[in-house]
């Protein structure tokens, strides 16, 4: 405290001895800062060591295991002496103070800037919210699956290879054990990881490669051999996972938790209003098209469905009136007076044919095959041919009377000439 200088936005600071810095976060929230950080750099042209300075000395204090972790780490991690460092410090999060300590007597200069738009907090938020509304198709791809293998393996070796070695532990409850320790583990080196990614980049680039690159084939050929997820259980477990981490990314990818803890419920109100929504849009869509007027379709019928069709109503409409004549109501005395045949009605509604085996045969003779109907039809279409015939005959006959006139005429002319 007293004896640290307070560090400010475009703070440019000299100085050539051991001193601490501390920057105290502004507690007014506004939006604009919701995904800036700021950045601190210190850089010399000697090697000096940089040392955090925790508020908290006893770390059996700490409320959380994030800030147990934390704590420890800064107790337990000795960073190496370096000539350049960078510091990233959200808005709205912890006071930062951290002591440099130069071995020489050479300046050191620390410089202080925003950065309105860090693209880290964007690309975290972005990604959480697309891993949240995709993760129920994301949990069935084969390659998400073998990509999700190979990540957690390099930052979560240890449950990467509990969770391979699972059918050896035969008792569930070991192996949650088991799980948990190794999980809080895994935190603890990729917080280390993550404070000191730029010394471990810088000294140690090739170690670094090597573990990427020999622990991702592992993670790959041992994702491959198991193969992706068949049974909905493990698929169903998967997407929770995967949902659980939207959360953190989301969380992690900005500078006020409030707006945090609003965007992660507004995800879950809209994850959770999906189904009704999706019923309201059906029963809307059943009921526009109850509502809706029908244009009329013509269909237009062939000359056999026209038979087939007349045939069929005329039958069932035979029946129906078979059926109104003998009910109760049909007045019987009435029709019976003024038909002229009485038993023949009364034949038909007992259900005779309405048409007499005579009256077939002469309908047959009149408009059968070889009727006299056709005969008539065929001898008029003669008739009328024929009559055309002659007309035509002399209209050829006059225009070839012509054509001959045409080319006889110029004949006496030319025995003139000679």
Same mark, same amino acid.
């Given at each position: 405290?007293?004896?640290?200088? *307070?560090?400010?936005?475009?703070?440019? #600071?000299?100085?050539?001895?051991?001193?601490?810095?501390?920057?105290?976060?502004?507690?007014?929230?506004?939006?604009?800062?919701?995904?800036?950080?700021?950045? =601190?750099?210190?850089? $010399?042209?000697?090697?000096?060591?940089?040392?955090?300075?925790?508020?908290?000395?006893?770390?059996?204090?700490?409320?959380?295991?994030?800030?147990?972790?934390?704590?420890?780490?800064? #107790?337990?991690?000795?960073?190496?002496?370096?000539?350049?460092?960078?510091?990233?410090?959200?808005?709205?999060?912890?006071?930062?103070?951290?002591?440099?300590?130069?071995?020489?007597?050479?300046?050191?200069?620390?410089?202080?800037?925003?950065?309105? *738009?860090?693209?880290?907090?964007?690309?975290?938020?972005?990604?959480?919210?697309?891993?949240?509304?995709?993760?129920? $198709?994301?949990?069935?791809?084969?390659?998400?699956?073998?990509?999700?293998? =190979?990540?957690?393996?390099?930052?979560?070796?240890?449950?990467?290879?509990?969770?391979?070695?699972?059918?050896?532990?035969?008792?569930?409850?070991?192996?949650?054990?088991?799980?948990?320790?190794?999980?809080?583990?895994?935190?603890?080196?990729?917080?280390?990881?993550?404070?000191?990614?730029?010394?471990?980049?810088?000294?140690?680039?090739?170690?670094?490669?090597?573990?990427?690159?020999?622990?991702? =084939?592992?993670?790959?050929?041992?994702?491959?051999?198991?193969?992706?997820?068949?049974?909905?259980?493990? =698929?169903?477990?998967?997407?929770?996972?995967?949902?659980?981490?939207?959360?953190?990314? #989301?969380?992690?990818?900005?500078?006020?938790?409030?707006?945090?803890?609003?965007?992660?419920?507004?995800?879950?109100?809209?994850?959770?209003?999906?189904?009704?929504?999706?019923?309201?849009?059906?029963?809307?869509?059943?009921?526009?098209?109850?509502?809706?007027?029908?244009?009329?379709?013509?269909?237009? *019928?062939?000359?056999?469905?026209?038979?087939?069709?007349?045939?069929?109503?005329?039958?069932?409409?035979?029946?129906?009136?078979?059926?109104?004549?003998?009910?109760?109501?049909?007045?019987?005395?009435?029709?019976?007076?003024? *038909?002229?045949?009485?038993?023949?009605?009364?034949?038909?509604?007992?259900?005779?044919?309405?048409?007499?085996?005579?009256?077939?045969?002469?309908?047959?003779?009149?408009?059968?095959?070889?009727?006299?109907?056709?005969?008539?039809?065929?001898?008029?279409?003669?008739?009328?041919?024929?009559?055309?015939?002659?007309?035509?005959?002399?209209?050829?006959?006059?225009?070839?009377?012509?054509?001959?006139?045409?080319?006889?005429?110029?004949?006496?002319?030319?025995?003139?000439?000679?």
């Amino acid at each position: 405290g007293k004896n640290c200088s *307070l560090l400010q936005e475009m703070d440019v #600071i000299q100085k050539q001895d051991e001193n601490c810095y501390c920057y105290v976060q502004n507690r007014t929230i506004h939006l604009q800062y919701l995904w800036s950080t700021l950045q =601190i750099k210190v850089s $010399s042209r000697e090697k000096f060591r940089f040392e955090p300075i925790s508020e908290k000395n006893n770390c059996r204090n700490s409320e959380t295991v994030f800030e147990f972790a934390a704590c420890a780490v800064q #107790i337990l991690w000795k960073p190496e002496t370096c000539t350049e460092i960078f510091l990233s410090i959200k808005q709205y999060g912890e006071d930062v103070c951290f002591k440099i300590q130069p071995f020489k007597i050479e300046p050191y200069i620390v410089r202080v800037k925003r950065e309105m *738009l860090d693209g880290k907090l964007l690309f975290l938020f972005v990604a959480g919210i697309f891993l949240f509304h995709f993760a129920n $198709s994301l949990s069935r791809s084969a390659k998400f699956f073998y990509l999700s293998g =190979i990540i957690l393996g390099v930052l979560a070796l240890l449950v990467f290879v509990l969770l391979t070695l699972k059918r050896f532990i035969p008792r569930h409850s070991t192996f949650w054990i088991l799980l948990s320790g190794s999980w809080m583990v895994s935190l603890y080196f990729i917080y280390c990881f993550k404070e000191n990614i730029q010394w471990l980049w810088s000294e140690h680039k090739n170690y670094l490669l090597g573990y990427f690159l020999a622990v991702g =084939i592992t993670s790959f050929a041992i994702c491959y051999q198991h193969g992706p997820l068949t049974t909905e259980l493990s =698929i169903t477990l998967f997407t929770w996972m995967l949902q659980l981490t939207a959360f953190v990314l #989301i969380y992690f990818g900005v500078t006020i938790p409030q707006v945090a803890y609003a965007v992660i419920a507004v995800s879950l109100c809209s994850k959770g209003l999906c189904y009704p929504l999706g019923a309201a849009c059906h029963i809307a869509r059943k009921i526009k098209h109850h509502f809706k007027s029908k244009k009329l379709v013509f269909k237009y *019928l062939t000359e056999e469905e026209y038979r087939e069709q007349g045939e069929s109503e005329t039958i069932r409409a035979l029946e129906e009136l078979r059926s109104f004549c003998r009910s109760p109501d049909f007045p019987s005395w009435i029709a019976i007076s003024k *038909l002229q045949a009485p038993h023949r009605f009364a034949a038909f509604v007992l259900g005779s044919p309405h048409v007499s085996p005579a009256e077939t045969k002469a309908h047959d003779e009149q408009y059968g095959i070889g009727s006299s109907f056709l005969e008539e039809q065929l001898f008029e279409t003669r008739a009328q041919s024929e009559q055309d015939e002659p007309a035509n005959s002399v209209h050829e006959e006059d225009e070839e009377n012509e054509n001959e006139m045409h080319t006889q005429i110029p004949f006496p002319y030319a025995t003139e000439l000679l």
